[in-house]
Each structure stands twice: as structure tokens, then as C-alpha cells.
């Protein structure tokens, strides 16, 4: 059973597309959180839910919209994709939003918009 | 906003021999975390040190947390090809965790057999 799961692994995409990435987790954590690795291996949070609930919006493009339909569920919707949206995405969940617990993260999405 | 800074950025080390990375913060941590990510795979977490001074050890790895809990490092004893990934230390954000995890760069291992 995974724990974290995302869909689609790979997506490739033209420029001006709208695309969505899915995720649950099964781990009956409180918070999922999504982040964005660039070619360079930076992780860099994007957004974080806690219970449901908007915590974090960290300084990314509104193209970007989270949505989290229930707390085993955060998926992501890109609108008009850009050249620069290429990047591997990963969801993560972690017991709870205080940084005392490890992140379990998905296999992430890797995103390539031509 | 909080900083960790990591380094090196890359390290290229012959099988068998050591490697060491190391992370530091530019405000005192409640914690740190180490995750390893493989080639190709997603972060996978390692350990968390909360106690000012603590040292634990998984195997060929020994972590280490300073004093001051500004900074904290990863030693792997003669490493082996399993070993090749990039290790990432990450620290509480400034709201203390609840703008989740913030991460270093990264080192990447490079082992040559």
C-alpha cells in the first residue's frame, strides 16, 4: 500500500494548457503539503493544508490553485502553464503542522511543459 | 524568512571512503530533519535531532546536532553505491513549522567504485 500517491508521474504538456495533479495519502495524517523541485534539486514549499484548511500560500503564480476535498486528499490545478512550470512536484503529509514530525512524500509528478 | 544553508553542493568520493555534509541555520532551530533522496526517487526521511548537542546513528550514519542548534551534520562511515543520492537537511520555517519545512540545497554524493 502506498502511503502517498500521486498521479500522473510524468506530464507533458504545450504552453497555455491547464493541467491538475492528484494526491492522497493513507496515513491518516492531519497536513499535506505541496512542494516544487526545480533542475536544480531545490525543494521549495509551494502550499500547505492543514485538516482541510488553506495554512500556507507561499509566493506562487495564483495560476497555481490548491484544493483539498478531504484530509487524505490535496491535488493541484495549474492554469495556463508556463515554460518555467516545468519542475518535479511532490506532495508530502506529515502527522501534524507543528515541525515535529517527518514528511512522508509522494513519487512526485514530473512536469514538462513544451 | 529562515535560511538553512547546506554544503558542500557536491561531493565526489572513491567507494569505501567517508563523507560528510553539512547544514547550517542562521537562527536557532527548535529541530532539523535529514532526508536522502535517490536518483530518479522522491526525499525520504532519515531522522529528526531535537536536543541541543545530540548525536545518533543508523548504521554507517552518525548525525550530529550542535550545541547552539544552529547547525548539524551527516557522517556516512565508508560508503557503499547504495549511498548515492543527495541528503537534504531542513529546519522548521519561521512559523515554526506550521509554513512547513524549510529545505537546504542539497549535497549530492557521487561514489565512484
Known amino acids: 500500500d502506498t502511503a502517498v500517491s500521486q498521479t500522473p508521474k510524468y506530464l507533458v504538456t504545450q504552453m497555455g494548457n491547464d493541467k491538475s495533479i492528484k494526491c492522497e495519502q493513507n496515513?491518516?495524517?492531519?497536513?499535506m503539503y505541496w512542494y516544487k523541485q526545480d533542475s536544480k534539486k531545490f525543494l521549495k514549499i509551494m502550499f500547505s493544508?492543514?485538516?482541510?484548511?488553506?495554512?500556507i500560500n507561499e509566493t506562487v503564480p495564483n495560476r497555481f490553485s490548491p484544493k483539498s476535498p478531504d484530509k487524505a486528499h490535496l491535488n493541484l490545478h495549474i492554469n495556463s502553464l508556463e515554460l518555467g512550470d516545468s519542475a518535479v512536484y511532490f506532495c508530502?503529509?506529515?502527522?501534524?503542522?507543528?515541525?515535529?514530525?517527518?514528511?512522508?512524500f509522494g513519487s512526485g509528478t514530473r512536469l514538462t511543459v513544451v | 524568512g529562515q535560511q538553512v544553508m547546506q554544503i558542500p553542493q557536491y561531493q565526489h568520493v572513491q567507494e569505501g571512503e567517508d563523507f560528510t555534509t553539512y547544514c547550517n541555520s542562521s537562527?536557532?532551530?527548535?529541530?532539523i530533519q535529514w532526508y536522502k533522496q535517490r536518483p530518479g526517487g522522491h526525499p525520504v526521511f532519515l531522522i529528526q535531532?531535537?536536543?541541543?548537542?545530540e548525536v545518533k546513528k543508523q548504521k554507517r550514519l552518525t548525525f550530529q546536532f550542535g550545541e547552539a542548534k544552529k547547525n548539524s551534520s551527516l557522517h556516512i562511515t565508508a560508503t557503499q553505491t547504495t549511498d548515492v543520492g543527495t541528503y537534504f537537511c531542513?529546519?522548521?520555517?519561521?512559523?515554526?513549522?506550521?509554513?512547513?519545512?524549510?529545505f537546504g540545497k542539497g549535497t549530492h554524493l557521487i561514489i565512484q567504485p
Open positions: 508530502a503529509s506529515s502527522q501534524a503542522m507543528t515541525a515535529n514530525y517527518g514528511y512522508t
Open positions: 496515513l491518516g495524517h492531519d497536513t
Open positions: 493544508y492543514n485538516n482541510k484548511e488553506l495554512i
Open positions: 537562527t536557532t532551530l527548535s529541530n
Open positions: 535531532l531535537v536536543k541541543s548537542g
Open positions: 531542513a529546519g522548521p520555517g519561521s512559523g515554526g513549522g506550521a509554513d512547513g519545512l524549510t
